[in-house]
T-cell receptor, first 112, second 115 residues
Framework: QKEVEQDPGPLSVPEGAIVSLNCTYS??????FMWYRQYSRKGPELLMY????GNKEDGRFTAQVDKSSKYISLFIRDSQPSDSATYLC????????????FGKGITLSVRP | DTGVSQDPRHKITKRGQNVTFRCDPI?????LYWYRQTLGQGPEFLTY????????KSRLLSDRFSAERPKGSFSTLEIQRTEQGDSAMYLC?????????????FGPGTRLTVL
């Protein structure tokens, strides 16, 4: 079993839909949780960065972390065609030797 | 542009050749990371530097791979005797320091194709 599992895709939604993207993890030492967006043949771009459990909102994006269930989510409201990309969840333990562990990524397509 | 930069963006090589990639991190970022991403997968950690010191290497980093950060600024990743299985996107990321609450920022990547 991988440390970070991400819902398989691809996912196709109509413009304006609410999108829910999810990841589960097994390492209870993870403390920092991120969502990156990656357009085709580009590097990952940081979307959301949260510490521990709770919600964080930034515009149309909301990140949720539930450490008790080892589950994180990203919600996209009023989805736009420009949101079409691959979304990667990532997490790390923090501390001196910390590095990111990524999910597999899910490809989202928002239809006009 | 003050982001992470990588060069070249694309590299096509024949099996058995050596290749070298360069990464320039965000200015004054002490931590620099290399990741590898294959098609349909998330990035996987390869190695990281604190200033010029290489502190950890993943088991993915075989003896054919070597990374350096000679003056604690830019970094190079060299692959010797390339194999078709080395074909991937090689990503560089940086952060201010290990104790920073800021996370890692990625460059655009170098896409390697080994024929």
């Amino acid at each position: 079993q991988k440390e970070v599992e991400q819902d398989p895709g691809p996912l196709s939604v109509p413009e304006g839909a609410i999108v829910s993207l999810n990841c589960t993890y097994s390492n209870s030492a993870f403390q920092y949780f991120m969502w990156y967006r990656q357009y085709s043949r580009k590097g990952p771009e940081l979307l959301m960065y949260t510490y521990s459990s709770g919600n964080k909102e930034d515009g149309r994006f909301t990140a949720q972390v539930d450490k008790s269930s080892k589950y994180i989510s990203l919600f996209i409201r009023d989805s736009q065609p420009s949101d079409s990309a691959t979304y990667l969840c990532a997490m790390e333990t923090g501390g001196a030797n910390s590095k990111l562990t990524f999910g597999k990524g899910i490809t989202l397509s928002v239809r006009p | 542009d003050t982001g992470v930069s990588q060069d070249p963006r694309h590299k096509i090589t024949k099996r058995g050749q050596n290749v070298t990639f360069r990464c320039d991190p965000i200015s004054e970022h002490n931590r620099l990371y290399w990741y590898r991403q294959t098609l349909g997968q998330g990035p996987e950690f390869l190695t990281y530097f604190q200033n010029e010191a290489q502190l950890e290497k993943s088991r993915l980093l075989s003896d054919r791979f070597s990374a350096e950060r000679p003056k604690g600024s830019f970094s190079t990743l060299e692959i010797q005797r390339t194999e078709q299985g080395d074909s991937a996107m090689y990503l560089c990321a940086s952060r201010p320091d290990w104790h920073s609450t800021d996370t890692q920022y990625f460059g655009p990547g170098t896409r390697l194709t080994v024929l």
